[in-house]
């Protein structure tokens, strides 16, 4: 069975109560149905939405970094997340991921598994003086 995204009803909610029709319809529209303003936004819209969900105050904008780190921690590649963010060059991408601290103890853990399976085995040099020495 296909496991669907966790955001997609909420999302197919809002097109179906929210947008605008025809082509050029607007999928998030201010409250004068016209464009979203910045200023608009994040005094009407956004920190009433922070309170009414509880969640503390931060930018709207950190979510595109938010969403970049946790694609990039999915296993995204830079041409893959330069692809999402609409960016054309790799700066531009790298400037939107962030290291996490579960991130790091993984790649540590990732690291400590490969030593560990390399001392396992020896080195090169020891193996090689253990094939002379049986000779």
Sequence with gaps: MRRRAAALEDLRAHVKDFTQDGDKGLVFAGPDDGPLRNTNFNRRVWAQALMDAGLPKIHFHDLRHTGNTLAANAGASIRELME???HSSTRAAMIYQHSTDKRQR???RKLDDLARGALAKGSGTQRARE?????
Aim: charged content about 45%; overall charge positive; glycine content about 10%.
């Design 84 to 86: 999402r963010m609409g």
């Design 106 to 108: 993984e790649v540590a």
């Design 131 to 135: 094939r002379n020495k049986a000779e």
